[in-house]
């Protein structure tokens, strides 16, 4: 199938080519998203800085998840409206999930905000940009996924996929690990959840077109390829659904040495896409499968769609049909109304499923959303401060009980890079943390840091030419978040 190349209006010539900083909060979407934000500037003679200090143009690519996420980016802008002061000619944007929530008024209250655009709208950052330094003042593109929702989502769908399509598979530019968007938006509308207000309807992308960039990027050196999407499971264009995508993927990119996927739904996640994980040897035994709450009260409340039950019964199946697979999960503590047995049944659903990680974040109420209208955020926060440690703190020992049982076990990873953190020698406690290490006494090489097929992270010390390939490493040592190694 033939997709439209991007837009690609002409670099103004006054100040050509730009230095461009992007810096990107939240989700593996999000850094998808700078990503390609990033190949369509460079292809227009953009230049990409470390430090904002150093750019021309300074973007935000920001999440709305979460208040914390929020507040980074209210400071960003703040330390954006002194050095604006000192140069006037610096241009300043926001784009993403924040920028469909809140961008609008955040223009008209900051003026030094020069460019908003919504995740939906990030094909048309290089003509607003090109707007703004022609002297047009604040621009923006926001898309009104009520909108979307109509006749012209045909349309959009065209020009979103003409952003995929258009990223740089240059091997000069390449990384060995990618992600591949599935999907886009959620229809799933669950009463804490901003996402379906900012990044729209659930749309599915052509699976010729998925396998097509897969093989792109494996072509030009990837080693270790994501699918994504918020509820990626849900996937279907005409009769092709998940599962047979998964097998496609794999089946027809035989070069590609590992094939992974998030985050998938616990709602009707099939024995089909098991299956394909179970005879597919170059797809990872890892789910990344959020279940929220241990509460079936507050799981109603939260509009997830499935009990305890049916969450643990796709655990069980899952565990049946991939004897190794890491389970990684998510939760939220202090939801409106949570009791302490609330709260204690979230603790049980993590001693049931022995989850390797889970990320455990504090309540915290989204605009626009079900919850924020009907529910009072009635959880006191020094009580979800205490549940958010007590979750922690629990889930710390499990994972360190997971991790322990790999030690002097032989792994394949993907070396990431130099490792800033390593695992201490110490053992014993579950509330153990990653310590700083010293600069290593030997001189053959250095200490990197890596990934398994279940996604544990592996320190070890080996030669840098290493970073982008697959190796073997014997685990040494474990502690709740990562393990130490030998290369073999």
Known sequence: MHYPAPMQPAPPSTIAPRRVFIETFGCQMNVLDSELVRDQLLALGYRLVPSAADADVVLFNTCAVRATSEQKVLSRLGVMGKRKKERPEL???????????????????LKHLDVVVGPSELDR?????????????QVRALSGHAVRRSRTLDAAMERLEALDQGRLVDPDQASAQRYVRVTRGCNKMCSFCIVPFTRGPETHRD????????????????VEVTLLGQTINH????????????????????????????T??????????????????RICPFLHVPAQSGSDRLLKKMNRGYTVEQYLELVRRARSALPQLAIVGDMIVGYPSETDADHEASLELLRDV?????????????PGTVSNARDPDDVPDEVKRARNQQMLSLQHAI?????RALVGTAVEVLVEGAAKLDPGDRQGSGEQALVQIARPARTDGVRLTSRTRGDHIVAFHGD??????????RVLRATPLSLSGELI
């Open 91 to 109: 241009v300043v944007g926001m784009l993403g999930c924040m920028a469909e929530r809140a961008g609008a008024d955040l223009q008209r209250a």
């Open 125 to 137: 950052l290089p003509a607003l940009l090109d707007e703004v330094a022609a002297g047009q003042g």
């Open 207 to 222: 699976p010729d077109a998925i396998v097509d960039e897969v093989r792109r990027l494996v072509a030009a050196g990837a």
């Open 235 to 262: 996937y279907r264009h005409g009769e092709v659904g998940f599962a047979h995508l998964l097998a496609r993927v794999h089946d027809e990119v035989p070069e590609l040495p590992r094939l992974r996927f998030l």
């Open 264 to 281: 998938s739904f616990p709602r009707d996640f099939g024995d089909d896409a098991l299956e394909v994980m179970a005879t597919r040897a």
């Open 354 to 366: 022995r989850y390797k990680t889970v990320y455990v974040f504090k309540y915290s109420p989204r």
């Open 399 to 403: 994972s360190l009980e997971h991790h």
């Open 464 to 473: 840098a030419k290493l970073v982008g390939t697959l190796a073997r490493v």
